[in-house]
């Protein structure tokens, strides 16, 4: 049976999709203002999705609390919140490049237990329940994700992203300098929801990158676990300083290798 708050997270994130897209439009999108630094955009459709997400949620539950990108937290008082990116992935969604999403995931007493991510541009989405797994939807069918072992490291394609602020970019960029050598290949594609719903499909061996918050990986966070897989921080659970996620038969490899080169 499916978890109700599953069913609100799904409902409310096909809604703000379809707003985005409607909303979104031709050529670059007006960027509204900056937050870390001036590759962090904020835009006004940003704002206005998270507000439209808020608005559904409260109505269909008053009681619980919310956690956004873009505005004030609120405390409930159910046990329930809910955490939200309206547009993960906003510097994809200025220029037109079609790889940004809505996440939306909730919490009970602290641990996500239902997390729903859309591609906004696309339409495909992704879905979890803590403890009955995770999918690919096709329309109402739901197709079971268990992500398959990665590839030896030399062979690996690891996904990541960069951080906002220059200094902790200009060491990403050295700590790659020995970091590429010894897999495959990287791939960056500007959304960590993305990311880890791909890292659930098989579509790369690994997944890693400083500076995101909650809301970036909470709902994709739990998809990529149900399917199997590690998410976690350096020393611990996923935080600012690092999330990383890989199959566990080589987690310990892929992670070591992350740490040796000074990410």
């Given at each position: 049976m499916t978890d109700p708050l599953y069913e609100l997270a799904r409902e409310v994130g096909l809604e703000a999709a379809a707003f985005v897209r409607s909303s979104r439009p031709e050529?670059?999108?007006?960027?509204?203002?900056?937050?870390?630094?001036?590759?962090?955009?904020?835009?006004?459709?940003?704002?206005?999705?998270?507000?439209?997400?808020?608005?559904?949620?409260?109505?269909?539950?008053?009681?619980?609390?919310?956690?956004?990108?873009?505005?004030?937290?609120?405390?409930?008082?159910?046990?329930?919140?809910?955490?939200?990116?309206?547009?993960?992935?906003?510097?994809?969604?200025?220029?037109?490049?079609?790889?940004?999403?809505?996440?939306?995931?909730?919490r009970r007493d602290g641990t996500v237990v239902v997390g729903h991510v859309v591609n906004i541009a696309t339409g495909a989405e992704w879905g979890a329940e803590r403890g009955a797994g995770s999918w690919r939807h096709d329309g109402e069918r739901r197709h079971p994700l268990?992500?398959?072992?990665?590839?030896?490291?030399?062979?690996?394609?690891?996904?990541?992203?960069?951080?906002?602020?220059?200094?902790?970019?200009?060491?990403?960029?050295a700590a790659m300098a020995t970091f590429l050598p010894q897999i495959a290949d990287i791939r960056r594609t500007g959304s960590a929801a993305l990311n880890l719903c791909a890292l659930a499909e098989g579509q790369c061996d690994a997944y890693f990158e400083q500076g995101l918050h909650l809301w970036d990986h909470a709902a994709a966070g739990l998809v990529a676990t149900e399917a199997g897989l590690v998410v976690t921080g350096l020393h611990g659970e996923p935080d600012e300083r690092m999330l990383m996620a890989a199959h566990p038969a080589v987690a310990a490899e892929y992670f070591g290798l992350v740490h040796a080169c000074g990410f």
């Open positions: 050529g670059r999108v007006d960027v509204a203002s900056t937050k870390s630094s001036d590759t962090d955009l904020v835009t006004e459709i940003d704002r206005s999705c998270e507000l439209l997400i808020r608005e559904r949620i409260f109505a269909a539950r008053p009681d619980d609390g919310f956690v956004g990108e873009e505005g004030a937290d609120v405390i409930g008082t159910s046990g329930v919140d809910w955490v939200v990116d309206p547009i993960d992935g906003t510097v994809n969604f200025v220029h037109g490049i079609p790889s940004y999403a809505v996440a939306i995931a909730a268990t992500a398959p072992k990665g590839a030896p490291l030399a062979r690996a394609v690891m996904a990541t992203g960069f951080h906002y602020t220059p200094d902790i970019r200009a060491k990403q960029a």
